[in-house]
């Protein structure tokens, strides 16, 4: 039953005759599992939290960067540095103290990857890279979870519900990963700050369809929206069964080699900055693209971007240290798999945190020198 406070939380969704008490109840009962906790996983969380789904996974291993702040709605300046998991906890109390959250702050991963899903009734993925997407459909196949997805990109975003009774998975309608050169990535493009809350809460609309039973769930079909010029469309796919019976124990694992650190050696900042100052300095390779390496890269470092990096491997020495470092060392643990892979490359460093880091600790360093 519910309580007093409950009912009167909850009025405008118990005078809904398709919710009511019974769908209420459904709502506090369910356990949702959110991978993510960035620009698609606060509206979502926040919505889910308002309605009063009962348990609230959050799934993120990153902290709140100031770059977050322009669409990641959830933090302010006073949450700089934390764990993004435990402050999007926070806030979900703030939002509804009846909501009980549980906080893993961590990624998403093959060796995690079946505890957390299968301890869940529904998951919403808001995370932003191919390699976790492959690896929570899978999962989600394992153990017969509905999986609520979404996806943003500069001013356009998506969304879709996979292997929902039966239905089509995120295999169905992308049976293959794309590759390290042809994947979006919206740390280096850049994203509309409101695009992120648009998709999620269209992403928390279909998980509590979903929790309910209610309406025409986005069950093989695909909702794309332009910011832009505002226009929406749908495309329908099919069940491809070659492709929705793959799961956990018959997918190829390169489609999440990203996820499972294999070979890929760290620095980190403090280790860099005493390194570069000593006399045997590594070589240093920024995996960005032009604009980005134009607008500030550590001294002395050479550009050969992601997308081109076949092009100048080459170059590379192939004894001395070579540190590999991007935004926010996402790119950069992509290039030095890669480098490892399919070059040889064994001398490689990636850059812990990337760019963002160097600068957060420099700066640090240097407000404490003038104090």
Avoid at 318 to 340: I, N
């Amino acid at each position: 039953m519910l309580t007093t406070e409950e009912r009167q939380i909850y009025r405008r969704h118990l005078q809904l005759p398709e919710i009511g008490e019974a769908g209420q109840l459904r709502l506090k009962n369910a356990r949702v599992l959110v991978v993510g906790a960035g620009g698609l996983g606060c509206p979502i969380l926040q919505y889910l939290a308002a309605a009063g789904v009962g348990t609230l996974g959050i799934v993120d291993a990153d902290q709140v960067d100031r770059s977050n702040l322009q669409r990641q709605i959830l933090y302010g300046p006073a949450d700089l540095g934390q764990p993004k998991a435990e402050a999007a906890a926070r806030a979900v109390k703030r939002i509804n103290p009846l909501v009980h959250t549980e906080v893993h702050s961590c990624r998403a991963t093959l060796g995690n990857v079946r505890e957390l899903v299968s301890r869940y009734d529904v998951v919403v993925d808001g995370s932003d890279n191919f390699p976790t997407r492959y690896l929570l459909n899978d999962a989600c196949v394992s153990f017969n979870r509905p999986l609520v997805s979404g996806a943003i990109y500069k001013f356009e975003g998506q969304v879709s519900v996979f292997n929902y009774q039966g239905g089509p998975t995120y295999r169905c309608l992308f049976p293959q990963p794309p590759s390290a050169q042809e994947a979006p990535n919206c740390d280096a493009t850049g994203v509309l700050g409101v695009l992120p809350g648009l998709v999620g809460t269209a992403q928390a609309t279909e998980a509590l369809k979903v929790i309910l039973g209610i309406g025409e769930v986005l069950s093989g079909r695909l909702w794309m929206f332009d910011a832009l010029t505002f226009q929406t469309r749908t495309l329908k796919f099919a069940r491809r069964p070659e492709q929705a019976t793959i799961n956990l124990d018959t997918a190829n694992t390169r489609d999440y080699a990203d996820l499972c650190g294999v070979g890929v050696r760290s620095i980190s900042v403090a280790e860099l900055h005493e390194q570069l100052e000593s006399g045997h300095p590594p070589f240093l390779l920024d995996v960005r693209e032009p604009h980005e390496y134009a607008a500030g890269h550590l001294p002395g470092a050479t550009l050969l971007p992601l997308s081109s990096l076949e092009k100048g491997v080459a170059t590379l020495p192939k004894q001395h240290p070579v540190v590999v470092y991007c935004r926010s060392g996402r790119r950069s643990a992509q290039a030095v798999e890669r480098l490892q892979t399919e070059f040889g490359l064994t001398n490689l460093l990636n850059l812990d945190g990337g760019i963002l880091a160097w600068e957060d600790t420099m700066t640090d360093a240097e407000n404490n020198v003038s104090r």
